[in-house]
């Protein structure tokens, strides 16, 4: 059974009006998950301070405590903020990430972490593009490091690159880290010259006003080949909904049947290398509409595979 981890705590971190990555988004997602019936829903954890300093020094947890406004909202960049209970939302989605990978090491199967904040932009010691912590990467550290695992491979569909992510595990070597975006787009990083401390990085541009025919020959001569070669024993899907064409954050025109495909294609590969073992955590997807239906078209998929 796949498994939807969640948590209460989503729904209170709070953001300005107007503000992209707010609270409807989780409210839009749960919605249209509701009459998925068969998921097995479980509560995700907060992180630890060891599992977040696996990725994240402590001068930069001691900095969000610092900034925990006991009033209102501060900003903490251009793009993200902080209201009083912003971290304890942040410590439970690393949390759920990591409770996913708990589950699915243990049970196989897959699992889908439905959650805000989103984490792929966070780096080592620094807030960015409402990302606060870096929740895929501490759940990747997790796998290598408590569960023994010596190679994760990280696919980012998110329509902007997760320069979080590949600035945390850019010299682990145990990873590899794949990320498709819109190239130029914030935050201008996610070129293919980006190869990590161990060619562990593989970046892979897409162009303004491409579509789904572009994505799927990027990834069935790229990313595809790449998988192969590194044969993952766990895959974890940074899995933002903002390259659809209805999202007003970039300019891809990807449709609901593109996400699925997407995800089709990489359970197979799932599969074929790592026990079907997928972990799921929800990144991007600002449009209400699109982000409810390509994410529950997603987790479609991944009931489908554990069916079979």
């Not at 971190?13 to 503000?19: E, K, L, N, R, S």
């Not at 919605?31 to 097995?40: F, G, H, I, Q, V």
């Not at 994760?152 to 600035?167: E, K, L, S």
Request: hydrophobic share 45%; with cysteine.
């Amino acid at each position: 059974m796949t498994v939807l981890i969640t948590h209460p705590a989503s729904l209170n971190h709070v953001t300005p009006d107007g503000h992209p990555e707010r609270i409807a988004r989780i409210e839009a997602l749960m919605r249209a998950l509701e009459p998925l019936n068969t998921l097995d829903r479980i509560e995700a954890p907060a992180a630890t301070d060891e599992a977040l300093l696996r990725v994240h020094p402590q001068s930069h947890l001691d900095a969000l405590t610092a900034a925990i406004p006991s009033t209102g909202i501060a900003q903490l960049d251009a793009d993200t903020w902080m209201s009083p209970d912003s971290l304890t939302a942040a410590r439970h989605a690393a949390g759920g990430a990591i409770a996913a990978v708990d589950t699915v090491l243990a049970n196989g199967g897959n699992a889908f972490v439905a959650t805000r904040p989103p984490g792929h932009h966070a780096e080592k010691t620094r807030t960015m593009g409402f990302c606060l912590l870096g929740n895929v990467a501490v759940a990747a550290k997790h796998a290598l490091d408590v569960h023994g695992l010596t190679r994760v491979a990280i696919v980012d569909f998110d329509v902007h690159h997760g320069n979080g992510t590949q600035d945390l595990l850019w010299d682990e070597e145990r990873v590899l880290f794949i990320s498709s975006h819109q190239s130029p787009l914030w935050p201008g990083t996610g070129k293919p010259s980006e190869r990590g401390a161990h060619g562990n990085v593989l970046n892979v541009p897409l162009p303004p006003e491409s579509d789904g025919e572009t994505m799927r020959q990027a990834y069935e001569n790229k990313v595809f080949p790449a998988l192969e070669a590194f044969a993952p024993e766990l895959l974890i899907i940074s899995a933002g909904f903002d390259a659809h064409a209805d999202d007003p954050l970039a300019q891809l025109n990807w449709n609901t049947a593109d996400f699925v495909w997407l995800t089709q294609a990489l359970c197979d590969i799932a599969e074929r290398y790592c026990l079907g073992r997928v972990v799921s955590v929800l990144e991007g997807g600002y449009d209400l509409n699109a982000l409810a239906q390509a994410a529950t078209a997603h987790v479609k998929v991944l009931q489908e595979r554990e069916k079979r």
